[in-house]
């Protein structure tokens, strides 16, 4: 860190942010897609949907990388329709 300069989480040394829009937009729309199974699951007492969508809502808090993000958010947006019977 150099002197005179505050420190802030948000950025790194490099001076970029360390939360992209792209991570930002990509967690918007999955957890607003969980939102949607969690009340879809809530009324039709499908527990696949409902877990599903509490995962799409707070997996995103701990997934930094987008390429990662996007992948197992697709994977979970695709579970309930992989596992209906």
Known sequence: MMPGRSFSIYDNSNG???MS????IWSLLFSSIGLG???YGKKQRKATALLSGAMLCFYPYFV????LLV??????????FSTEY
């Open 37 to 39: 199974y969690l009340i």
């Open 71 to 80: 992948a197992i958010g697709v994977g979970l947006v695709a579970l309930p």
């Open 16 to 18: 970029s942010s360390l």
């Open 21 to 24: 829009t792209s991570v930002l």
């Open 64 to 67: 930094p990388n987008v390429y």
